[in-house]
């Protein structure tokens, strides 16, 4: 799960973004690492399915040539993949929301 999210940072870092965007997607990868890591510690598949999408979604965002279809895919992969924890665990859904909708507004 780390190991996702560093080389997302990595990939969020270099990438050609304003300078309020990039650090809001920084802070939201923290904030998802923060979140996650309780979960990662019961159940270890749903947190890396989580981490999997975050990246998977950063990714076709980032993309010089992104294809908005993939990244469609992937942020519906992340939301559906923490709609059960809406209850109990409604930061970790409020920290992908947001990471979602800063995805979006990327304009890609």
Do not use: W, Y
């Amino acid at each position: 799960m780390d190991q996702v999210l560093s080389r997302l940072e990595e990939k969020i870092r270099h990438a050609s973004l304003p300078e309020p965007q990039r650090n809001e997607l920084l802070g939201l990868t923290d904030a998802l690492r923060r979140e996650t890591r309780p979960l990662a510690e019961k159940d270890s598949e749903t947190a890396e399915s989580i981490a999997g999408f975050v990246h998977a979604a950063t990714h076709e965002a980032l993309r010089q040539k992104g294809n908005p279809k993939l990244r469609k895919l992937a942020e519906e992969g992340l939301q559906s993949s923490v709609e059960d924890f809406e209850q109990t665990h409604p930061r970790l859904v409020e920290t992908v929301n947001g990471l979602c909708t800063i995805l979006s507004n990327i304009g890609i």
